[in-house]
């Protein structure tokens, strides 16, 4: 074998595949893309800092901690979330579309009936190809004023239809109404929907008994009740949280910033999670928390979403497109949003079709 | 699928036109990177770690686009400029990259991806001498190195290396020599198995 054969061995050996977010890299793009009527230049920067850290934390989310822990987890605790009733799109092809609603929970649990102490902070909708080769992942702007079907709340109160943002559809109704409004608005055939529950990650790392972290400098942002001295130190559930989510007091106040701070803490967590295999008792206090922290439709079996985290964990990044629904400000209120009603046809109507 | 419902169907299109194309219209070149992010994450992945791949592939494009007025529209595959702007940038991490391969030599399992399970004995004494390589490597100078991984692992040809890297076809050479003397010494002095050609 001669030195080039070699050196190609170690090339390969030393290669790493490129990881989902690598697709963030390219909103560091210049935003000058004049024009572009996906992204109207007086759409508020805010949006998508939102949609970003949404995206960052929901697929983070999924990709490492659901198949490490969740699925390692035999039962489920919470109840399954119903699906929507009455009329739906029908399903055309094999391709799969799964909403993923983060939600910033409060404190307890987030579902434990009514639902009403959990606000969502974050709506995707992922969609997988029929020959599971392509991601799409469509984030949904929370404050998109959209008509909100009726719907009947978890606790068993109907809710009549209005028109409302359409994250009221989940304080108000439940994931299981979010579903119904998503499936009427896009006419998309949603499989299976998630819910996920970001403040259960504060429990998760005091599950864990902290997480280790370097600190590269001090911080003292009271606005994120955060108070760290330099270096490296293990941070409890409560100093975690407001890690991950400081923004002005750590690194360069960019959200690229923040989601690379975020992925780097996910990481931590479920290499400490993967490291507790070996002390069973505290390994089922995290996995209790975890489970808590993720509630799913009946028909996301295990196999199901094992096949799912399979393909997202496969996907090459050129292949996921990361999209925002299109909107602009609502001209009735210019703090909320309203969708470009033919813009987001076309986008919906890719999907429908599974068009690559 | 999604693409973003601006971008015009690429499929087939030269490098060059996106280019070209990009200059009216800067939505154009994102096109590149969804070709070939991918591609230039493995490459720096390969002689950086995973930690500063990310970002350095970002600003890899980022400095790509402000420089794509300059590219010569006559060369249809951008791949060699791609990887020539990564690799210079990558040369501004020099220390991390001989750390790294200081850090393989020893310790040659540690750190590295997994391989198939199943692999011959020619294998056997690739990963044995794999020490002394990464040795061999990180003992090269930062520009004969950048010639030999740009020949070994992003396989372009001489012609494509000097574009790449803005030098005459005949340094490429006189580089890649050098580097390759280097590594075959290295080896040949530690691994008795090693025939020359």
């Known amino acids: ?31 000058g893309l004049p024009g572009a009527p996906s992204r109207p230049l007086n759409r508020p920067r805010w949006i998508r800092g939102w949609a970003m850290i949404g995206l960052a934390a929901a697929i983070t989310a999924a990709v490492l901690v659901a198949p490490t822990v969740l699925l390692e987890n035999l039962g ?92 009221s559809a989940f304080a108000t109704g439940g994931l299981s109404c979010v579903w119904k409004t998503v499936e009427i608005l896009t006419k998309v055939r949603v499989d299976h929907a998630m819910e996920i529950d970001f403040s259960g990650f504060r429990e998760m790392v005091d599950a864990l008994g902290g997480i280790e972290i370097t600190v590269p400098q001090a911080v003292d942002d009271p606005k994120a009740k955060l108070k ?20 002005y007091s750590l690194g360069d106040g960019t959200d690229l910033e923040r989601i690379k701070r975020q992925q780097r803490f996910m990481r931590a967590l479920a290499q400490k999670a993967g490291g507790l295999l070996t002390d069973p008792v505290r390994l089922s206090a995290f996995l209790d928390k975890a489970s808590a922290a993720i509630r799913t439709d009946a028909g996301l079996d295990l196999p199901t979403m094992r096949s799912i985290f ?14 925002t629904v299109p909107v602009r400000p609502h001209p009735a209120d210019p703090h909320r949003l309203e969708w470009d009603r033919s813009a987001a046809e076309r986008l919906f109507t890719r999907l429908r079709e599974d068009a690559g | ?28 070149f994102s096109a590149l990177f969804d070709r070939y992010s991918g591609m230039l994450y493995r490459y720096v992945s390969r002689r950086l770690g995973p930690e500063v791949a990310e970002d350095l592939v970002g ?16 060369y249809a595959d951008a ?29 040659p399992v540690e750190g590295v991806v997994e391989s198939p399970a199943e692999r011959v004995v020619a294998e056997v004494a690739a990963r044995t001498s794999r020490p002394v390589l990464a040795g061999a490597l990180a003992g090269l100078a930062a ?48 691994d008795p198995m090693h025939e020359e050609e």
């Open chain 1, 228 to 247: 760290l001295r330099k270096g490296r130190q293990i941070l409890n559930g409560e100093q975690a949280l407001g890690y991950v989510r400081a923004r």
């Open chain 2, 79 to 107: 791949r060699p400029w791609l990887f020539g702007i990564a690799t210079k940038l990558v040369s501004r991490h020099h220390r991390t990259e001989a750390a790294r391969y200081r850090a393989l030599r020893r310790a």
């Open chain 1, 76 to 167: 489920r605790v919470a109840a399954p979330v119903p699906s929507p009733t009455g009329a739906r799109p029908t399903k055309p092809n094999e391709a799969l579309n799964v909403l993923l609603v983060g939600t910033d929970g409060r404190p307890g649990p987030a579902f434990r009936g009514n639902g009403l102490d959990a606000r969502s902070d974050t709506m995707v909708l992922l969609h997988l190809s029929a020959d599971r080769g392509r991601v799409g992942v469509v984030s949904i702007p929370r404050d998109s004023m959209v008509r909100i079907p009726a719907c009947v709340s978890p606790a068993g109160t109907a809710v009549p239809a209005r028109t409302d943002m359409i994250n």
């Open chain 2, 143 to 190: 520009k004969d190195r950048d010639v030999l991984l740009l020949i070994a692992w992003c396989d372009l040809s001489y012609e494509e290396v000097a574009r790449s890297l803005g030098i005459p076809v005949g340094t490429v050479r006189s580089r890649l020599n050098r580097a390759r003397r280097k590594v075959r010494a290295a080896l040949g002095d530690a």
């Open chain 2, 59 to 74: 600003e890899t494009f980022l400095v790509a686009f402000g420089r794509r007025a300059h590219y010569d529209l006559a």
């Open chain 2, 1 to 28: 699928m999604v693409h973003t419902m601006t971008a015009p169907p690429t499929t087939g299109t030269r490098d060059s036109d996106l280019l070209e194309e990009s200059l009216t219209r800067p939505e154009a």
């Open chain 1, 1 to 31: 074998m001669d030195d080039l054969t070699m050196l190609r061995r170690l090339g390969e050996d030393l290669e790493h595949e490129p990881p989902a977010t690598l697709a963030l890299q390219r909103r560091r793009l210049p935003d």
């Open chain 1, 310 to 323: 399979d393909s997202l964990k496969e996907t090459r990044p050129e292949a996921v497109e990361f999209v």
